[in-house]
């Protein structure tokens, strides 16, 4: 392209260079099995309304230079994109405008398709996907069933955010102090039916694997925590009320079973209704409305206050027969254990202040072995560190972890309780009550209809049938055979919720009661007449819709095979492209979009369609770019920076430069808009330096040159850094060093024009458009994408001279360039003789020597 002009002309130049790779289809990944393999994936974005905001291209230009220098160095690359595309914001739109959301949806993904192309990132657009296409979610449906058939898959009644004022159920994000962020409504906790995935089962596994990836430890640590398994046991109290029977609890001490004072079961454990005396029933039901209001997060906070109501019942401890309280507190959950607790104030701090503010007694079990505490042998309680046994008949005097195993080991045998192992981690629930999302690919028939298909269909169903009841009348689960997906959403009159708790899909009358085949999965509206056969059933489809989560599961795997009809990826492309080599995305991600994905392959490799039981084995998290105050980046602070506004000013591989040379990949960094400039100038310096202003070949460049020695030396460092630093992701060193390399360029009276061509080949990962114009200016081969990485020389590293600094009375005066090996005399000659040292050594005394070989010459002078 001739462009005659001193700058370097990016507004013309890189629109001319994504033209050409556009179409040319320079990026598109071929599965050329001949070669090795590199995969490197990006956390697909969601596509908002307000386009790629600049963390975006963060973590897009790291992968991106890692896989331009990737396929330079003989790799077959794959780098594909794609949209995570279904959730709330786009039904939110459709509500407040009547648009469908894939209108939207689609607009957003135009925007953002643009303004990833003017970066210049080298995405194979052939292989592009969007988890709101059905030929996607045909197999986010497919996988679904994978699940159902497996039994991981099940429906209960779990409590959701209800607004009776909106009449919709609400996500946790859009409910603020206890109340909705639209319109500032009282919500309620409603227990609703919904679908629940068993990730439990794979808890072990998720957790024992994670010693198998290369990730941040940070991240480890918080999927450990998350997962939350810790050792103990599950004890069984006889309820004093009677054919109540036991209240099963988990701890992780039973050791402290001698100190329990009372229970604690949580509002929504199945016995509060049972246990509640008469007397207590008016208080219980206010607590448990209250209770109602609040969230997991706000119940369990160790800093609140502690509140509860007493049941009026009571249980008896199965160490001592002593009668202990049950009672109601909110800061117990049904998501952990069994609900219910043995409280131990004496022992755990959250018991005690409970007990301090309702007045019941503390019991001390456990002692320290070296009485720490108030100086008289009794410690300060809570006490919650280690120590020996004391008021405990037949256990006191021992240590508290032998005591441990011993009365575990005592009740087992008395049939009163057992040692288990306790996950924090919940089983998925995996419905929303929206429009936008993937149709669960299900029918709700009646018992006679379900056990009709089992004959025909038993392979695809669970081994336990899924039910639910609604006034009066048992629905079974049947799912459509594959034959029958995808499941595609039925347009409706209106986005706004159904108002009983159900999605806007519950509306759609014709495509919710159908008349349907059980053998081949083909459906009519049931307004229709009954098809004529022994497979035709009556049914209800299911309403609820999948989480936006269900299709980032697994679409790592879809870009290996795109466009299959027949399977989610091919066995062959499976094996070879596997899983992704780097995976780069944002930390807010770390724990469950990442254990999601993980328990999804998972299933998927017991399946045996997946050949690796782990689907990350390298994971990277960018930094997060703070505005220019240093505070995140948002709207409302005012603080935000468009890409489309850098690339306007300063062009796309002024911006590339920049998100790297700011700072380490992994750290949180300001933006400065002021630095920008020194990136542009360092492009503009290597432009002016290969080109006239004429438009032609710099004089200074030509084939025939030769390089200095020193320059040949540089060269062949900065091929090795830049290589050593992309691979280690040191982003900001690599181009350090290059910009040492321009300068040193600036300074050279030539250059040979090979040598220039091999220092674009570095740059070109990071600046490709610059680099593909000045290759092509001077004379390179095809396209530098295709051009073979260079290669340094170890030999040009050896250096056979040395600078050496000089000083004269501690002031530097001159830089000698010696040869190794030069002793003290021959430095001082050389010293003596130069014209910027001689001035201040002639006809002066040396008084002093300090001599660094190869280093420094350091003078004392009268």
């Known amino acids: 392209m001739a462009t005659n002009s001193t700058d370097y002309n990016f507004a013309q130049i890189e629109p001319h260079w994504q033209k050409i790779w556009d179409e040319q289809k320079t990026f598109r990944t071929t599965n050329d099995t001949s070669k090795p393999k590199f995969y490197a994936l990006d956390m697909f974005p969601y596509p908002s309304g307000a386009g790629l905001h600049i963390g975006h291209p963060e973590g897009y230009t790291a992968t991106d230079i890692i896989t331009r220098a ?29 648009t469908h959301p894939a209108t939207n949806t689609q607009n957003n993904i135009a925007n953002f398709r643009r303004q990833l192309k003017a970066l210049g990132f080298a995405y194979d657009w052939d292989r592009e996907v969007d988890t709101t296409d059905p030929t996607y979610f045909r197999w986010t449906q497919w996988i679904f069933l994978q699940l159902f058939k497996r039994g991981l898959a099940y429906v ?19 409910v603020v102090d206890g109340k909705s962020e639209v319109g500032g409504f009282p919500v309620e906790r409603r227990n609703l039916r919904q679908w629940v995935l068993r990730i439990t089962a794979y808890a072990e596994r998720l957790l024992a694997d994670l010693k198998d990836v290369d990730w941040p430890d940070s991240t480890k640590r918080m999927q450990e925590a998350w997962i939350g398994r810790s050792e103990g046991a599950e004890l069984l109290f006889k309820l004093e009320k009677e054919n109540l029977g036991d209240l099963k609890v988990f701890t992780t001490r039973p050791d402290t079973v001698f100190g ?5 079961i949580a509002p929504e454990h199945p016995l509060v209704d049972a246990l509640t005396t008469p007397a207590q029933r008016e208080a219980v039901e206010a607590y448990k409305k209250k209770a109602a209001a609040k969230s997991d997060l706000e119940r369990t906070d160790l800093a609140k206050d502690k509140s509860g109501v007493f049941s009026g019942s009571f249980a008896l401890n199965p160490a001592n027969g002593a009668r202990v309280p049950v009672w109601i507190a909110d800061y117990v959950v049904m998501g952990y254990g069994t609900g219910a607790i043995m409280a131990v104030p004496a022992h755990d701090e959250r018991d005690y202040e409970f007990a301090v503010k309702f007045q019941i007694p503390v019991i001390q079990v456990i002692e320290p072995a070296k009485h720490e505490g108030n100086g008289d042998g009794h410690p300060k309680l809570p006490y919650t ?26 009740f087992t045998a008395k049939g009163r309780g057992k040692a288990t192992v306790n996950y924090k981690l919940r089983d998925w629930l995996f419905s929303r009550q929206r429009y936008w999302g993937e149709p669960f690919p299900i029918v709700w028939v009646t018992e006679a209809d379900y056990q009709r298909a089992v004959t025909a269909r038993r392979a695809d169903l669970p081994p336990q049938p899924i039910t639910y009841t609604s006034e009066g009348a048992t629905w079974f689960a049947l799912p459509l055979p594959a034959t029958a997906l995808p499941l595609a959403l039925p347009d409706v009159q209106s986005y706004l919720p159904s108002g009983n708790g159900e999605s806007p899909l519950a509306n759609v009358t014709d495509w919710l009661e159908i008349w349907f085949n059980a053998e081949t999965g083909a459906s009519i509206p049931a307004s229709q007449p009954k098809p004529a056969g022994d497979a035709w059933v009556r049914g209800r489809r299911e309403t609820n819709t999948m989480p936006q989560w269900a299709g980032s599961c697994w679409y790592y795997l879809r870009y290996l095979d795109p466009k299959n009809p027949a399977a989610p990826a091919s066995p062959e492309l499976l094996k070879y492209w ?43 998290h960018q930094g997060i770019i703070l505005g220019e105050d240093g505070e995140k980046m948002s709207k409302s602070r005012g603080n935000t920076v468009s890409p489309d506004d850098i690339i306007k000013t300063h062009g796309a591989d002024t911006l590339r430069l920049y998100l790297m040379f700011l700072g380490p990949l992994e750290a949180m960094k300001p933006w400065n808009p002021r630095g920008i400039e020194g990136v542009y100038r360092f492009l503009q310096k290597i432009w002016r330096e290969s080109i006239a202003e004429d438009g032609s070949v710099n004089a200074k460049v030509s084939a025939s040159a030769e390089d200095s020695a020193e320059l040949s030396k540089l060269l062949h460092e900065t091929i090795k850094k830049v290589t050593e630093d992309i691979a280690a992701l040191r982003f900001n060193t690599a181009i350090s060093q290059m910009m040492i390399f321009a300068n040193a360029l600036q300074k050279a009276p030539s250059i040979n024009r090979a040598s220039l061509r091999s220092f674009l080949q570095l ?4 600046a490709p458009h610059f680099a593909e114009e000045l290759w092509a200016r001077l004379g390179g081969t095809g396209s530098v994408v295709d051009a073979a990485w260079p290669k340094f ?9 040395a600078k050496v600094v000089v000083q004269v009375n501690g002031k530097k005066r001159a830089e000698l360039l010696l040869p190794v090996g030069t002793d003290q005399a021959a430095a ?3 010293a003596q003789a130069n014209p910027d040292a001689a001035p201040h050594l002639t006809g002066k005394a040396i008084k002093r020597v300090v001599f660094v070989p190869g280093k420094i010459l350091n003078l004392v002078v009268e």
């Open 70 to 98: 990737k396929r330079a160095q003989g790799f077959n690359v794959l780098h594909p994109i794609g949209w995570d595309a279904f959730g709330l914001p786009a039904e939110q739109h459709a509500v407040k405008t009547g």
């Open 156 to 174: 209960d009644e779990r409590p959701v955010w209800w607004c009776p004022e909106l009449r919709t159920v609400l996500a946790n994000e859009e």
């Open 260 to 264: 329990v004072t009372y229970m604690v």
């Open 385 to 410: 560190g280690d120590g020996v046994l004391v008021h405990s008949e037949g256990y006191s005097g021992l240590p508290w972890e032998e005591a441990k195993k011993k009365i575990t080991a005592d």
């Open 578 to 620: 596997g899983v992704p080599d780097i995976y780069v995305g944002g930390a807010e991600h770390a724990v469950l979009h990442l254990l999601y994905a993980r328990f999804w392959h998972k299933v998927l490799f017991d399946e045996g369609i997946v050949p690796q039981s782990e689907p990350f084995k390298k994971l990277f």
């Open 763 to 766: 740059l070109a990962p990071f």
């Open 793 to 801: 020389d170890a030999s040009k590293l050896v250096s056979t001279e």
């Open 828 to 830: 001082l000659a050389a």
